[in-house]
């Protein structure tokens, strides 16, 4: 059993929680995931970290209710436990493997939509322990909906915050910050990092490659099973196929088809959609899920 130390709500729908799981705080790196699992008959939930203490062996996570397993999820409180708390799976942020003299010689930039702002948090505070300060735009249909935001300040070298009502600080789309930065304040940067909605990611993507800046992108919003038997998180990445869980859950954002991605997305939530995608993907297809018969 895997002990919640502290539960609260962020904001509305959304919630963190930290969890006593030693070996995986020991372990972890920024950009990796968690499967949690509230009992013997409960849902496989992927998770990615969003922050871990190897001396009090804790994993922090942070959910949204988008069905009835986080719905359930979100009502547990600190002293409750999960029944399985597995990881860290998926592959590490690239730059934790690059070489720390040469990060510090690049111009980073990190765009954080809604939810996404967890994953990105880790990564740069990663960054900021190692002496490497880096740009962050963090982006929320309103003021209420942002996250984080005192942490990021922490450890973030810049952050602008953008609201599409405009109900707090700047008033539009994370994009339109990445176009006053480059074109209007004449920043440079040598890699963007963007995490969020698949539509968010699509349209920086887009941006980015037309201004000529490397993007990586996290694609965990598509995962649902985490160990790439159910085959819901496959996508096109240049001219291969490929799996987010196990094969990411970070990829080259101006390589990934998006319309494609969503569009799958959408039909595998029926039945009647898994059965058409078998059909076409074939031996691909990975339908370990068991709903694909």
């Not at 609260?8 to 930290?18: G, R």
């Not at 300040?153 to 700047?170: F, I, P």
């Amino acid at each position: 059993m895997y002990k919640i130390l502290k539960a609260e709500k962020l904001a509305d729908k959304i919630f963190l929680m930290d969890v006593e799981a030693k070996r995986i705080a020991k372990s972890c790196q920024p950009g990796q995931f968690i499967i949690a699992k509230m009992d013997d008959r409960g849902e496989r939930i992927p998770l990615t970290i969003c922050d871990y203490d190897r001396e009090a062996g804790t994993i922090t996570i942070v959910f949204q209710i988008v069905g009835a397993s986080t719905e359930k999820m979100s009502a547990l409180k600190a002293g409750d436990s999960f029944r399985d708390f597995t990881g860290p799976l998926g592959q590490p942020s690239e730059f934790v493997h690059e070489d720390i003299e040469s990060l510090k010689n690049k111009k980073m930039l990190f765009v954080a939509g809604g939810v996404g702002t967890a994953p990105v948090y880790p990564q740069v505070k990663w960054l900021h322990e190692h002496g490497i300060e880096a740009d962050v735009i963090m982006g929320s249909k309103t003021k209420d909906l942002l996250i984080l935001e005192d942490q990021m300040r922490k450890v973030a070298g810049n952050l602008y915050v953008t609201t599409d009502d405009g109900s707090y600080e700047r008033k539009g789309m994370v994009t339109e910050v990445i176009k006053d930065l480059v074109n209007n304040q004449g920043k440079k940067y040598d890699v963007c990092v963007a995490i969020g909605p698949m539509i968010m990611m699509k349209f920086v993507a887009l941006l980015t490659k037309e201004l000529q800046i490397p993007t990586i992108v996290s694609l965990n919003p598509i995962m649902v099973d985490g160990t790439g038997m159910c085959g819901a998180c496959r996508v096109t990445v240049g001219n291969e196929v490929k799996f987010a869980c196990v094969d990411g859950p970070e990829f080259d954002g101006h390589l990934v088809n998006f319309d494609e991605a969503m569009k799958r997305q959408q039909m595998y939530k029926t039945e009647e959609g898994r059965a058409i995608l078998k059909l076409r993907e074939g031996d691909t297809h990975h339908g370990g899920c068991g709903n694909c018969n």
